[in-house]
Antibody, heavy 120, light 109 residues
Framework: EVRLVQSGAEVKKPGESLMISCKAS????????IAWVRQKPGTGLEWMGI????????RYSPSFQGQITISADKSISTAYLQWSSLKASDTAIYFC?????????????WGQGSMVTVSS | EIVLTQSPGTLSLSPGERATLSCRAS???????LAWYQHKPGQAPRLLIY???SRATGVPDRFSGSGSGTDFTLTISRLEPEDFAVYYC??????????FGQGTKLEIK
């Protein structure tokens, strides 16, 4: 079974750093792009960026460029989303998702989501 | 940057009825790279349609996608109780942009 399993909920203070993870199983991790998507409370889905594990390529949405770092370690089939200094406005659910094809394509497998709460 | 506008914002229907959801793009989409997702509270989004009209694996045939250029439609032929959710369209053809629409909430009337 193809699965993406994300790390658990986090509660952080403003200014703290954080890395959340997304572990893949059931397919060859290195050959599909992995995307990160944000859902802030009461709002819709926002694409943040994507990474290609086999070549360490990463692309960011202009809205998130410079605010986050996306990476992957193909040796352990895991993708990461990290912040160096969290803000209260980063409070959201974060989903990872697999891009279904080799190039630009839809997101066919999703992680269960990681809730991040940033509050003083 | 391509903007996707979904309508209506909320659609109130009864089980057994037909649902028609619209997604309009601010520019013509290359190769109809348009997907539809279903999202229920507390769950991960689920891919329904890709390439504007191809059903994803395991998606019931009551779900269908159509359209091209700037106008796209998701149709649910006969609503089942489990179909009430939020639906998003997404463009994925002009990397690095994977734009989502703002969503249509399909609620029970």
């Amino acid at each position: 079974e193809v699965r993406l399993v994300q790390s658990g909920a986090e509660v952080k203070k403003p200014g703290e750093s954080l890395m959340i993870s997304c572990k893949a199983s059931g397919y060859y991790f290195a050959m599909n792009w992995i995307a990160w998507v944000r859902q802030k409370p009461g709002t819709g889905l926002e694409w943040m960026g994507i990474t290609y594990p086999d070549a360490s390529l990463t692309r960011y949405s202009p809205s998130f460029q410079g605010q986050i770092t996306i990476s992957a370690d193909k040796s352990i089939s895991t993708a990461y989303l990290q912040w160096s200094s969290l803000k209260a406005s980063d409070t959201a659910i974060y989903f990872c998702a697999r891009v279904r094809g080799v190039g630009d394509d839809a997101f066919d497998i999703w992680g269960q989501g990681s809730m991040v709460t940033v509050s003083s | 940057e391509i903007v996707l506008t979904q309508s209506p914002g909320t659609l109130s229907l009864s089980p057994g009825e037909r649902a028609t959801l619209s997604c309009r793009a601010s520019q013509s989409l290359s190769s109809n790279y348009l997907a539809w997702y279903q999202h229920k509270p507390g769950q991960a989004p689920r891919l329904l349609i890709y390439g504007a009209s191809s059903r994803a694996t395991g998606v019931p045939d009551r779900f269908s996608g159509s359209g091209s250029g700037t106008d796209f439609t998701l149709t649910i032929s006969r609503l089942e109780p489990e179909d009430f959710a939020v639906y998003y369209c997404q463009h994925y053809g002009r990397s690095p942009h994977y734009t989502f629409g703002q969503g249509t909430k399909l609620e029970i009337k």
